[in-house]
């Protein structure tokens, strides 16, 4: 029978070779405990400790890669599985290369909004995503394709705007241009090959309950406090917890300590009302892993 914890055939990931996406990806792996040598130049390399293979590609390449089976899944912006159209499933969200494809201008020209870009011509390397995105908007623009520097195509005549991925937006600052619309909002995904054999989506399966434990424990801090016994039932009523916060008696008299964990988006907001209800000597810690 076969041994379902080491299954012959590792799966085969497809992740970026080098760029943005690059360091995100080799860190998730090792958060999930999956050991893998630094293969610097290395096309592919297998880990010492988890049934799983990498292939480093140039990020372009990676739907078709994993619609053609070469690689089972891949790590890759959600922007190139819209662009490149190919037969994959997005699994889930991996929290980090967030971006957006935004249609910018030149600052101080004469297009104000989108209705101004008809009959203008748009330089970008996202050409698919941005038809469809004017297609529905009702605007006619000419799309010019080119692969690299987009954001210099105004400044040289080539262009009278741009559509390209924006995060922090310096790069438009530096070359003149304001952001106009947001055409998507992007992170990285993990995508899969459609069928993948029992033993793969066995793997699949392990490598996204870490996946989950470890994005999960990044939304999430673990809150130690104090508070006079008085006030536990208000305070408890701030702190949900994953089941219900714990209580523990102090060695001072009428005083107990409660722990629980505090989602990362309400956290100031929950310290400022726990501090109001009387909480003291209130500590925050991050959470490695998290299996709820
Ligand atoms: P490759 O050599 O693999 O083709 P690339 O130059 O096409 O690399 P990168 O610039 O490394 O790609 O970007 C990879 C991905 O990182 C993008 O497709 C996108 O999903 C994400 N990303 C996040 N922020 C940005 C940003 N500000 N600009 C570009 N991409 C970003
Ligand atoms: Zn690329």
């Known amino acids: 029978m076969e041994n379902q914890l080491t299954p012959t055939e590792p799966i085969k990931l497809a992740i970026q070779k080098s760029g943005r996406l690059h360091d995100s990806s080799m860190q998730l792996l090792k958060e999930c405990g999956i050991e ?4 610097n130049n290395q096309l592919r390399i297998q880990s010492s400790n988890f049934p799983l293979e990498i292939f480093f ?3 372009d390449d990676i739907t078709e890669y994993v619609q053609d089976a070469v690689a089972d899944i891949g790590f890759v912006g959600e922007n190139v599985v819209k662009e490149k159209c190919k037969e994959v499933e997005t699994i889930e969200k991996l929290g980090f290369g967030k ?3 935004s249609i910018a201008v030149p600052k101080n020209g004469s297009l104000k909004s989108l209705l101004d870009l008809n009959n203008k011509k748009i330089a970008t390397s996202y050409p698919v995503i941005l038809a469809d995105y004017l297609e529905k908007q009702n605007i006619s623009a000419a799309i010019h394709e080119i692969s690299g520097s987009v954001e210099i195509a105004p400044r040289i005549g080539l262009a009278d705007a741009i559509c390209d991925l924006v995060s922090s937006g310096s790069t438009l600052f530096t070359n003149e241009l304001k952001e106009m619309e947001t055409v998507l909002v992007s992170e990285a995904v993990l995508i899969s090959s459609r069928g993948l054999s029992s033993g793969k989506q066995g793997i699949l399966d392990r490598l996204l309950f870490r996946i989950r434990a470890v994005k999960k424990a990044k ?3 673990y809150v130690l406090l104090n508070a006079p016994n008085d006030k536990i039932d208000s305070i408890c009523g ?3 917890g994953i089941k219900s916060p714990t ?3 102090l060695a001072e008299k009428g005083w107990s300590s409660i722990h629980s964990v505090i989602n ?3 956290f100031w907001n929950v310290i400022e009302q726990l ?4 909480a003291v000597g209130i500590l925050i810690i991050p959470i490695e892993k998290m299996i709820v």
């Open 238 to 240: 701030l702190l949900p």
């Open 275 to 278: 501090k109001a209800n009387g």
């Open 57 to 59: 590609l140039r990020d």
């Open 247 to 249: 209580i523990l008696p």
């Open 99 to 101: 971006c957006r494809l």
């Open 264 to 266: 990362e988006a309400d």
């Open 219 to 221: 939304n999430n801090k």
């Open 36 to 39: 893998v040598s630094n293969g």
